[in-house]
């Protein structure tokens, strides 16, 4: 009788070495995905209902030769970036509670072993979800822009860092209008991993529960969070200059520009000069008016991350007139006494220029022309109160044609240089 005794001690001892040294951990997970603002579980969105399957039936099921004892449950809501803070960490929450309140109908998930991790705005899943599409616009900047909100937000998000609205504007808004489109719909979701430890069992028993190839039609578990469900209409970004050379301004010459951003990296300017001072006494006339308009080509790292900024090049046309004497020998561009056409001078010209960020609304532009001038030139001579016409001169110059040094002035919409005392 004790032999037999010791007999089944050794199995027993056997057994459980086996058993243990067969030991070995699983995890098991499911990602269930939401509409825009709900937190209703809804078999039909995407693959939910077979996933809800899947994850029930590991739930229900006996295994035959396998003991799975559940070790640890970790539930996380997420939701994507637009919306507010506050109501993003309300759905992320509500979305992980519906999902763990549902699949406890079909498995025992007891509290103690329980972990939930409410996300609210995915700053680190979206920057993942662009590294891996490779179709997103601005990809490379974009990637580092979002890594830089994700960082910033690890702490805790706050309201005054605006991170939506400067996401929404950066390059142009066009990555954002992407993401939202192809990527957003990925972060409305929430997942429950369920860690097991899985024992194999030398003895073979029967299922302990018929694996179910089906589950009921889920009830509507969850209820509305008061929350847009459609997309936000993002006012359009809109970016423009009124600039002076101040280099004209130095010279008595009072002018003033403007310049709209077309898009693309692509915009068109325009200005407008006008100075007249005389003085008959001393025969001194200073006198310049005329306007040009052109189009301009931005490039660059500072280009890319706001426009009207950073590297540029242009082709501009110019008319003007001109009447400059000072104690001598004056000289007139066009015909005197004739209409506009006939008084004026033209030019042509190419133009390279940077514009440098000074003020949060402010850039310095520095540029540079070569081109053409042509047109007719009248030289004078003032004889008491006369001015006697001495010769006629047809301009046909090649060379430098403009130096600029400009205060532009940035309006519009998101319009401002962040590092110069804007926002952050």
């Known amino acids: 009788m004790k032999g037999r005794i010791h007999i089944v001690f050794i199995l027993l001892f056997v057994l459980s070495s086996i058993t243990q040294g067969f030991a070995q951990e699983v995890v098991d997970s499911v990602r269930i995905y939401f509409r825009q603002g709900y937190s209703i579980l809804e078999p039909s969105i995407r693959d939910n209902q077979k996933a809800l399957n899947r994850i029930a039936d590991s739930l229900n099921a006996g295994y035959r030769d396998s003991i799975y004892v559940l070790k640890k449950v970790h539930v996380v809501g997420g939701a994507s970036p637009e919306g507010t803070i506050p109501l993003n960490k309300r759905l992320s929450e509500k979305r992980a509670g519906v999902l763990f309140k549902y699949l406890s109908r079909y498995g025992e998930l007891p509290d103690s072993l329980t972990t939930f991790n409410f996300i609210g705005r995915d700053w680190w899943g979206l920057a993942k979800l662009v590294e891996a599409d490779q179709n997103t616009p601005y990809r490379e900047e974009t990637l580092e822009y979002l890594k830089k909100i994700a960082d910033r937000s690890a702490g805790g998000e706050k309201l005054s860092d605006n991170n939506v609205g400067n996401l929404s504007r950066f390059k142009g808004g066009v990555p954002y209008r992407y993401m ?245």
């Open 180 to 424: 939202y489109r192809n990527l957003f719909p990925e972060l409305r979701a929430s997942s429950i991993y369920l860690h097991y430890e899985k024992i194999w069992n030398p003895i073979i028993l029967p299922p302990v529960a018929t694996i179910r190839t089906s589950i009921p039609e889920v009830p509507h578990v969850g209820k509305l969070i008061p929350y847009a469900t459609t997309p936000p209409r993002l006012k359009k970004p809109f970016y423009m200059a009124i600039k002076t050379n101040m280099l004209y301004d130095v010279l008595l010459i009072p002018n003033i520009g403007a310049e709209f951003y077309l898009g693309k990296n692509w915009s068109i300017a325009a200005d407008w000069m006008y100075g007249w001072w005389k003085s008959d006494r001393a025969h001194w006339y200073w006198r310049q008016y005329g306007g040009s308009l052109g189009v301009r080509k931005w490039f660059g790292r500072k280009a890319e991350e706001k426009p009207l900024t950073g590297h540029h090049l242009g082709v501009y046309g110019q008319a003007f007139t001109y009447d400059f004497e000072i104690g001598g020998t004056g000289y007139i561009g066009g015909r005197p006494g004739g209409d506009l056409f006939d008084k004026t001078n033209y030019s042509v010209w190419l133009e390279y220029g940077y514009s440098l960020p000074a003020a949060k609304r402010f850039n310095i532009d520095f540029s540079a022309g070569l081109g053409y001038i042509g047109g007719v030139c009248y030289e004078y001579t003032p004889i008491d109160d006369c001015y006697v016409w001495q010769s006629t001169k047809k301009l046909n110059y090649l060379g430098p044609t403009k130096i600029e040094i400009s205060l532009v002035w940035l309006i519009g919409r998101g319009n401002y240089n962040k590092d110069k005392g804007g926002r952050r």
